[in-house]
Every structure is written in C-alpha cells, then in structure tokens.
C-alpha cells in the first residue's frame, strides 16, 4: 500500500519532561506524577493538535541507588492502565499507550485490563509490550536478577500470543442481549484457548467480550537483535531511538524488510522514533532552554542515570570522565539496544565520558533538536521523506512549556508542509493510524460450534 504522505504524532508523556533536570524547572508542576489533573491537561493540549497517542512507559519497581532516587523524579507516578483509564473519560479521541511488561505480568490478568479499556475508551487503546530491563525490577517478584535475555523474549513472544488469543475468546457477535429471546450471549461463538507452553498455561476463555478494536494496537519498543525479530513479527507500532538520520534508514530499511518478509505489509508496521525539540523562537532561545536545563540538573543524577542506561557495567565513579570512550564496553543484560546505541554513538562523535554523560541526561540517545520551529521541523521532514520514520514520538523537555511550544510553534510549520493532519479521521486509533482491524481467526475459518 502508498505510504500516507502525512506523519504520525505521539505524545511521551513524563510527569516533568523528558530532561533529568525538568522536574526543578519553576513552571513544571513538583507534583506532575500524582496529580491527575496536570496530566488531563498535557492529554488535553496533545488532543487538541491532533496526536494520534499519549505513550506511558512504565518499570516495575525504582533503582536500588538512593542518589539517583533522591534527586530525580523518576520514582513518583501514576501505574500506567490506572492512568489511561481515567484519561479515558477525559479525551475522546486520541490514543492511550499503556506500558506493560510481559516478564513479571500474567497474560489473563492484562488481557482483561486493556480489553476492559478498549471497551472504556470506545477503541482507544495500545499496548506497549516490554521485557522487564532492571535487576531492581525483579527484586519485587521473589528474584534476584533477570533472566537472560533471550529467555525474556521467549517468554513475551508466548504472552503475547496467549493474550492475543485469549481476546479471541468470543466472536465479534456473540454478546448479542437479546431480552425477548433470553439468550445473552451465544455460546456457539466462544471458543477455548487452551493454551500450553513453555511459559503458560492458560485455559480460557476471557471473561468479557472481544475489544472493539480486535485487538488493541501492539507497540513495541526494543532495538537488538531478539527485539528487531520481535518488533519483525508482531509490533504494528515501533518506538525506537535513532539520534541520526542514515542509521535511522539503515533500522528502518531493515525493520520494513524483515516485516515484508513476514507477509506483512509495510503501512502495518508504524516506526516511530523518539524526537526530543527544544524550542525557540531564536536559535539563541532555544539553546538558553537547554542551558538552563542542564543548570537544574544535579551531579548524582548526571552519573547515576548514565550508568544505569548504560547497563551498570562500568563505574563512573573511578575512571577520567575527560577520556574518551573504548572500542567495546562489557555486555548488559539489561537494555541491551540503547547500551548498543549510546555507545557507539559515542565511538562515531570521539565524546569522552562526560560528554555522553550530559547527552544521556538531555536526550537518553533520541534525536534532539534545539532551534527554531523551522528548524526542528526540517529534521522531521527529512527524516520522514528520507524514509527514516513513519513519524515521531515526541519527547518534550520540560511539561506542559515544551508541549505547548511544540503545540503552538511546531505542528503549524507541519502542517502548512503538508506533513501533519488538522483533525481525526476516526473513531479508535487503529482508524487513526492506518491499522487494520485483525479478524477473528474462529471468524476466518468459519469456526461454529461449542468448545
């Protein structure tokens, strides 16, 4: 299919922003990721420019290093189905992506909660399919490290497959209340998962009926090599992080290919890379933001946040930050893509470790853009044109100001390009982005009879 000339927009949302120092900015409300009112405002102002989603990454548990927590605003907010379920009676028609992990989640228990949500929002709703990432994570669940990383694929390529399957437990048509009959619900289109795996073991059916969205839009957000096979054969949205515009071709190219290859097409797999714009009305303006940013930015917070994405595998404590990087660093077991990516980005610019340091904390590896609306502008039209994104996950660096600007100065110079939509085109966010509806596969092959 014509790839649609038009990008797709989604909204990051962070308590603060995206910045390790935003949460000290005077205009940044201290208590953004309890208050739920701040966070209906930003969904509002994304709402009104016509994003397609708001995203929320999640982790399940906060760092074990009492700097880090001590000094950012990473530890304090809202669980992201909680939150998206009260944005849902708040919004009417952008998308809400919930974060949740397939390592220490149970396919029945969220299949329920984004079926219930997809019914709750009328056909809004998205799932961002994580593997856990930290050790810290599986403290909390009776462990005391991760499991390796292929075997967290493994295990969420068989949830998502139970919970896929599980929201095909009733036919499209089943619930069909008729009061004069007193038939409910036909139970000659309910079908039993019966699933049993190496991870699960899972009965069925699903206890409410199948979403309206068939299912809700799978996103996916991870880069290595498991994750690029993963995001091949099931993600339909794919956020990633490419800070340059040829590498970002060369993961787009590969992605589509390996997608294609799949039998699937190239408008059902949406990449969407994080963009972080600073925006000013002068070069000048815009650089004094970023500026002021790093100014509010604490010492534990510089440090302990770059190790942490650099998977915790170097101490940063006792080598010359004024150095520059080696060829090679020790693998990680964490996120294994952005450790991947930052440092080679660092390898390709000749940065020493404090350089990185300061790029980890404004922009964790994205694209960042500090200028000009038309300049920011530029770099996403270029990236598009070139084949580099199907769109941007917008990453603002302080909230609601950087919202607003990107609002205000940004999605305007858009759209007078011809890059960026006016208004919605549907009703749920599949419309919206051009997804299809996946259909029964009971449907498909005529299936009709009792389980």
């Not at 199948?210 to 339909?236: D, H, K, T, W």
Request: one cysteine or more; a neutral charge; aromatic letters at 8%.
């Amino acid at each position: 299919m014509r790839r649609n000339s038009e990008m797709k927009l989604g909204l990051y949302l962070a308590w603060a922003g995206y910045h390790a120092g935003a949460w000290r900015d005077p205009s940044v409300p201290a208590n953004g990721g309890v208050d739920v009112n701040h966070c209906v405002h930003l969904a509002a102002l994304a709402e009104s420019a016509a994003f397609h989603f708001i995203f929320l990454a999640d982790s399940q548990g906060i760092s074990d290093n009492h700097a880090l927590i001590a000094h950012s605003s990473y530890s304090g907010g809202f669980e992201p189905i909680t939150l998206m379920s009260a944005l849902s009676t708040k919004t009417r028609d952008i998308g809400l992506v919930a974060t949740a992990t397939t390592t220490y989640c149970q396919p029945y228990h969220l299949a329920r909660m984004l079926a219930s949500l997809d019914h709750l929002s009328g056909g809004r709703v998205a799932w961002n399919i994580v593997t856990s990432a930290f050790d810290f994570e599986a403290k909390n669940f009776g462990e005391d490290k991760l499991p390796d990383h292929e075997t967290r694929y493994a295990r969420a390529r068989e949830f998502v497959e139970v919970v896929k399957g599980l929201w095909d437990s009733w036919q499209d048509d089943a619930f069909i209340r008729d009061k004069q009959s007193g038939i409910f619900v036909d139970t000659t289109k309910l079908h039993l998962l019966n699933h049993r795996g190496e991870h699960f073991s899972v009965r069925g059916p699903l206890n409410i009926a199948r979403p309206p969205q068939g299912y809700p839009v799978l996103v996916q957000a991870g880069a290595s090599n498991a994750g690029i096979a993963f995001a091949a054969e099931i993600a339909e949205v794919v956020f990633t992080a490419q800070p340059f515009l040829e590498i970002g071709k060369r993961y787009y190219a590969t992605l589509k290919e390996k997608s294609r290859a799949l039998g699937r097409a190239d408008d059902q797999v949406l990449i969407m890379p994080g963009i972080v714009p600073i925006v000013g009305r002068t070069k000048q303006e815009a650089s004094e933001k970023l500026q002021r940013l790093r100014s509010d930015t604490h010492a534990d917070i510089l440090i302990e946040g770059a190790a942490l994405w650099l998977g915790s595998v170097v101490d940063l404590y006792s080598i010359d930050l004024d150095s520059l990087l080696p060829e090679t660093l020790p693998q990680t077991n964490s996120i294994q893509s952005r450790h991947k990516l930052l440092v080679e980005l660092a390898i390709r610019q000749k940065f020493t470790w404090r350089q990185l340091i300061h790029l980890i904390s404004d922009s964790n590896g994205h694209l960042m853009v500090v200028g000009t609306p038309e300049e920011i502008a530029n770099a996403m039209e270029d990236t598009f044109d070139q084949h580099g994104a199907d769109g941007f996950n917008v990453l603002p660096s302080t909230v609601p100001g950087g919202l607003k600007d990107f609002v205000e100065l940004v999605v305007p110079e858009l759209r007078r390009r011809g890059k960026f939509r006016s208004r919605y085109s549907g009703q749920t966010l599949r419309e919206n982005l051009g997804l299809k509806r996946p259909l029964n596969p009971a449907t498909r092959a005529g299936v009709c009879g009792r389980p």
